[in-house]
């Protein structure tokens, strides 16, 4: 039984979009306003502009191979089993920490109503974890009636989301805003570009929305509209992410949240809870919009995560490289039924051993950590399969290229302790699965990606934001962008496999 082509050109530009747009906005816009001041406006369309390209690079490999949880297979044809394993866990630590993450948001939304699932230092208490642990169940069922019945409600649920966050945002800004904000206190940039660049990973994590699109590949009805889908969903979003930058930015009261002006570093701390619900605080009609996007946004989000990271514990048992239940599919619904349950319960869990955490900002760090060192592997693939490929976009070369440096980047300005943690977490499970599943194949086509990683955490480690901050911000960026375009770009193509077949769809299915 295959999966079924349920998903409309519709459904995927609002599972991109929904799915993209929740804790984001949120939270992250507060997070990258600390570090960069209002000139986090100008770190979100920066950040629209990096996640383009590798978005576009997602588009070429997704019309040629379009199958469930193809970003964690890609890499399997064109450098083979190890090199796949480590992409997969990768990917499947970003997944493995965002549904918790939206659960958790959720959590700090229900604040507002019930104080005691959280303690005074902010964090979510027994209860708070327990509920947060239910949330994350909850996620399942909206998956598990089939890929109709999901795009259905995801287009129905996230289309209303979509409108309740753009209303929030202009009541925002129509109730608080205040250009002073903007040219006072140090200025649109006052911690100049360092700033600005440092607070990007945190918008990377809200952009990563449109991986969940070739993730649904296999399951759309027209292969050929992934493309625009996946460029419409990055427009979308990044229009939405601005939207609720200038908002944030505008919309803050210093004396209101107790802060002396301008003191932007200051201002995650003395908005502890949902940084929207504390804002609309002095204003009850936007208020009770804030607390519905803050519980309803995370949600949609949530599940929508949920799903696509089961189809990449999917992708994974086709590969071999964990349990093959992980790719029986439901007699009924044609879905990955032992895929989503063992997702889901294991989300439950990292939910409720992830609560006590000091600010749902170091989870999300984490998380985009491991996304992009994943991400950074699907431009090689696509210049080494590229020959085989009847989809081709133009500039192949040079967007492949920029998607790489640009993933490099991110995970570099994530910072330390983020990147270790990330990639311990990656080299534990990989070590485990390979011996377990014998995935310890084509080790020569790896060596670049295991020294990619290597290096990505030695610049962390010595650069501004590391342990011994021995260079600079700007010179550890610019080492960091010419070192992985210079040396590891073409040694990933190089050490691709001689012998790369591109499956047809008849035998993506029966695999």
């Known amino acids: 039984?295959?999966?079924?082509?349920?998903?409309s050109y519709l459904d995927l530009i609002i599972l991109g979009i929904a799915g993209a747009v929740g804790t984001g906005a949120l939270f992250s816009t507060a997070g990258m306003t600390a570090d960069a001041g209002p000139s986090a406006v100008i770190s979100w369309i920066l950040g629209g502009v990096f996640y383009l390209f590798i978005g576009l690079t997602y588009s070429e490999i997704s019309m040629n191979?379009?199958?469930?949880?193809?970003?964690?297979?890609?890499?399997?044809?064109s450098h083979g089993k190890l090199t796949n394993l480590i992409n997969a866990m990768a990917d499947l630590v970003w997944y493995l920490f965002i549904p918790p993450i939206e659960a958790l948001a959720v959590v700090e939304g229900l604040?507002?109503?019930?104080?005691s699932l959280l303690t005074p230092a902010g964090t979510p208490t027994l209860l708070g974890g327990l509920v947060g642990v239910i949330l994350l169940i909850l996620f399942i069922p909206f998956n598990y009636f089939g890929v109709k019945a999901f795009g259905r409600s995801t287009t129905s649920f996230g289309a209303v989301k979509l409108v309740l966050y753009v209303a929030l945002a202009l009541g925002v800004m129509g109730v608080f805003f205040s250009a002073k904000n903007f040219v006072s206190y140090g200025g649109l940039a006052p911690f100049g570009l360092a700033g600005m660049f440092t607070a990007i990973p945190l918008a990377m994590f809200a952009f990563g929305g449109i991986r969940v699109i070739p993730d649904y590949a296999e399951e759309a009805r027209d292969r050929r509209r992934l493309s625009s889908a996946i460029i419409l969903t990055v427009i979308g979003q990044t229009l939405i992410y601005v939207l609720f930058a200038i908002a944030f930015v505008g919309g803050i009261n210093w004396s209101k949240v107790a802060l002396s002006p301008g003191n932007w570093t200051g201002v995650t701390s003395a908005l502890p809870g949902n940084p929207f619900v504390d804002l609309?605080?002095?204003?009850?009609?936007?208020?009770?919009?804030?607390?519905?996007?803050?519980?309803?946004?995370?949600?949609?989000?949530?599940?929508?995560?949920?799903?696509?990271?089961?189809?990449?514990?999917?992708?994974?048992?086709r590969t071999g490289i964990v349990t093959k239940l992980m790719k029986q599919l439901h007699s009924t619904y044609s879905i990955p039924v032992w895929a989503l349950l063992v997702f889901g319960i294991v989300g439950a869990v990292i939910t409720f051993l992830t609560s006590p955490i000091p600010t749902i900002y170091s989870l999300i760090s984490d998380a985009v950590v491991a996304g992009y060192l994943g991400f950074a592997v699907n431009p090689v693939a696509m210049m080494a399969m590229r020959k085989k490929y009847e989809y081709k976009l133009k500039g192949g070369p040079v967007i492949a290229a920029l998607a790489f440096v640009f993933s490099s980047l991110i995970a570099f300005w994530s910072g330390w302790p983020s990147v270790p943690y990330s990639v311990i977490i990656i080299a534990i499970a990989v070590g485990i699965f390979g011996a377990v599943y014998r995935a310890f194949e084509n080790v020569f086509n790896s060596l670049?990606?295991?020294?990619?990683?290597?290096?990505?955490?030695?610049?962390?480690?010595?650069?501004?934001?590391?342990?011994?901050?021995?260079?600079?911000?700007?010179?550890?960026?610019?080492?960091?962008?010419?070192?992985s375009v210079a040396v590891f770009f073409p040694w990933g193509i190089i050490s691709a496999k001689r012998d790369i077949k591109i499956p047809t769809e008849q035998e993506i299915e029966n695999q």
């Open 1 to 7: 039984m295959p999966l079924k082509k349920e998903l």
């Open 111 to 115: 604040t507002f109503f019930f104080p």
């Open 448 to 483: 670049w990606y295991i020294a990619y990683i290597a290096f990505i955490t030695l610049m962390t480690y010595i650069g501004s934001d590391g342990a011994l901050s021995l260079i600079n911000f700007y010179l550890a960026s610019a080492l960091v962008a010419v070192i």
């Open 65 to 77: 191979l379009p199958e469930a949880g193809g970003p964690s297979r890609y890499s399997l044809y």
């Open 280 to 317: 609309s605080q002095s204003n009850s009609a936007l208020l009770i919009l804030a607390l519905i996007v803050a519980l309803i946004g995370p949600f949609v989000t949530g599940y929508i995560y949920l799903g696509a990271g089961t189809r990449v514990l999917f992708a994974m048992g």
